[in-house]
């Protein structure tokens, strides 16, 4: 049976001891909006890079994106008769 993953994530890569770690899609797209509120508040739009900071990956809240992530970088299980 496959697992459920009840949290996005927006990266997964394997550390140097071979254990998968992940960077949650929240915390993802909080820190990019946050950076980018910082660059454009030099020229007085930090509202309006925050706003595309938050909403430039949306899209890997789709589940199938999420089980491509999870899928590609080895945190997958096959369901029990084999298929993916």
Same mark, same amino acid.
């Given at each position: 049976?496959?697992? &459920?993953?009840? /949290?996005? &994530?927006?990266?997964?890569? &394997? ?8 960077? /949650? ?12 509120? /910082?660059?454009?508040?030099?020229? =007085? ?13 949306? =899209? ?19 369901? /029990?008769?084999?298929?993916?």
């Amino acid at each position: 049976m496959s697992r &459920i993953h009840t /949290t996005a &994530i927006a990266h997964l890569k &394997i550390n140097e001891k071979g254990v998968s770690e992940s960077h /949650t899609l929240l915390e993802h797209l909080q820190r990019v909006a946050d950076k980018a509120a /910082t660059f454009a508040d030099e020229f =007085g739009n930090a509202d309006w890079a925050r706003v595309a900071g938050l909403w430039h990956d949306l =899209g890997k809240f789709n589940p199938q994106w999420q089980e491509y992530l999870r899928k590609s970088n080895g945190d997958y299980q096959e369901d /029990t008769d084999g298929t993916d």
